[in-house]
């Protein structure tokens, strides 16, 4: 039973830092999706009204210009948010981030039973596939909705950095 705990505990490692990565995915990609669509709104209100030839006066060839590079800038925010879907991409990361946590508590709740001596061998072992059942559910939806390198390390920092509590021994990798 020694090396199933071990694999438990591992398999709660990676739901943390899993957890934790598409969060900080999800924030980013919001941000994203933030700053694309107000730059899109901000330029689009500008080159929509008056407000360049009231500065720059009418017929002014600047103005013209401006407007221009404005309206491609705008134009290229759009194909940016349409192609990257940064908003929906968000949702998916937020959803496979509660997959995780789900699996975490699910191991501490496992891990508990087994302290108290309270489930089967058998019980063990079957409880102990359901979890890494999860854990392949949660992977093959997560790597429809990638993270970054520095997604990961903001989390492994974050958790480093006290972010959220846990014990040294919670977060024991396999030596």
Same mark, same amino acid.
């Given at each position: 039973?020694?090396?199933?705990?071990?694999?438990?505990?591992?398999?709660?490692?990676?739901?943390?830092?899993?957890?934790?990565?598409?969060?900080?995915?999800?924030?980013?990609?919001?941000?994203?999706?933030? %700053?694309?669509?107000?730059?899109?709104?901000?330029?689009?209100?500008?080159?929509?009204?008056?407000?360049?030839?009231?500065?720059?006066?009418?017929?002014?060839?600047?103005?013209?210009?401006?407007?221009?590079?404005?309206?491609?800038?705008?134009?290229?925010?759009?194909?940016?948010?349409?192609?990257?879907?940064?908003? @929906?991409?968000?949702?998916?990361?937020?959803?496979?981030?509660?997959?995780?946590?789900?699996?975490?508590?699910?191991? @501490?709740?496992?891990?508990?039973?087994?302290?108290?001596?309270?489930?089967?061998?058998?019980?063990?072992?079957?409880?102990?596939?359901?979890?890494?059942?999860? %854990?392949?559910?949660?992977?093959?939806?997560?790597?429809?909705?990638?993270?970054?390198?520095?997604?990961?390390?903001?989390?492994?920092?974050?958790?480093?950095?006290?972010?959220?509590?846990?014990?040294?021994?919670?977060?024991?990798?396999?030596?």
């Amino acid at each position: 039973m020694e090396h199933v705990i071990k694999q438990l505990k591992q398999f709660k490692v990676d739901a943390i830092y899993g957890k934790k990565k598409n969060y900080n995915a999800a924030s980013r990609k919001r941000r994203y999706y933030k %700053i694309t669509s107000t730059g899109q709104i901000i330029l689009n209100a500008i080159t929509g009204t008056t407000l360049l030839a009231v500065i720059f006066g009418e017929g002014n060839k600047i103005a013209e210009i401006i407007a221009l590079l404005f309206t491609i800038v705008a134009t290229v925010f759009a194909g940016v948010q349409k192609v990257q879907d940064f908003e @929906n991409q968000a949702q998916g990361n937020a959803k496979v981030g509660d997959m995780y946590l789900e699996i975490s508590k699910l191991v @501490n709740l496992l891990l508990c039973e087994i302290a108290d001596d309270i489930l089967s061998r058998d019980e063990i072992l079957k409880r102990a596939d359901e979890v890494r059942r999860s %854990i392949d559910q949660a992977n093959k939806m997560g790597s429809q909705f990638p993270t970054s390198d520095n997604d990961y390390q903001e989390a492994r920092k974050g958790i480093e950095d006290g972010e959220e509590r846990y014990k040294a021994d919670e977060l024991e990798l396999w030596n």
